[in-house]
């Protein structure tokens, strides 16, 4: 029953405080509003959740979210960098990353961090999510970009969340 009535509740909370924040008025009313529109909105889009999958290595996700929190820094001085100098020495490119990742979940939150990342952008997964395709604004050596972003971002993911390709 509770599935039926409250599919997620952790979502439901966090829809209600959101909704309190955004308001900035704690009233009764907009409590009740906020209480209505978490439970009401995980029960309209219940059907679009996808599975989050279990954390196994709670401190490492926080390093993780450090690591990636430097990167995404560094990234836009590089980027501020290469747009000020001159553009002739860029080398952009398409590429393709093979992917080990099979949870959805966690694959897109590979794909936000390679684009939250300067100078680079998911552009496109493969029908079977084996091979990411991604631009970089400027990459003179393919191969070590496609080791980086397997070893920096995909093998910890896998590691924090403990899935992998079957």
């Known amino acids: 029953m509770k599935a039926r009535w409250l599919p997620?509740?952790?979502?439901?909370?966090m829809l209600a405080l959101l909704w309190l924040l955004l308001n900035n008025t704690p009233s009764l009313?907009?409590?009740l509003l906020g209480l209505f529109l978490g439970w009401v909105i995980p029960l309209l889009v219940r059907g679009f959740l996808v599975?989050?999958?279990?954390?196994?290595?709670?401190?490492?996700?926080?390093?993780f979210m450090l690591m990636v929190f430097y990167d995404i820094v560094r990234a836009n001085l590089t980027v501020a960098r290469l747009v000020l100098g001159?553009?002739?020495?860029?080398?952009?490119?398409?590429?393709?990353?093979?992917?080990?990742i099979e949870n959805e979940f966690v694959l897109s939150v590979l794909t936000s961090i390679i684009s939250l990342t300067?100078?680079?952008?998911?552009?496109?997964?493969s029908?079977?999510?084996?091979?990411?395709?991604l631009h970089a604004l400027d990459a003179p050596d393919i191969e070590a970009l496609v080791a980086e972003i397997k070893t920096r971002y995909e093998a910890p993911l896998l590691e924090i969340f403990q899935c992998s390709r079957t």
Do not use: Y
């Open 8 to 13: 997620n509740p952790a979502l439901s909370l």
């Open 29 to 31: 009313g907009h409590l």
């Open 51 to 63: 599975e989050v999958p279990a954390v196994r290595r709670p401190l490492r996700l926080c390093a």
């Open 86 to 100: 001159p553009t002739r020495n860029l080398q952009p490119a398409f590429i393709e990353v093979p992917m080990l």
């Open 118 to 125: 300067p100078g680079t952008v998911s552009s496109g997964l």
């Open 127 to 133: 029908p079977d999510h084996k091979m990411l395709l």
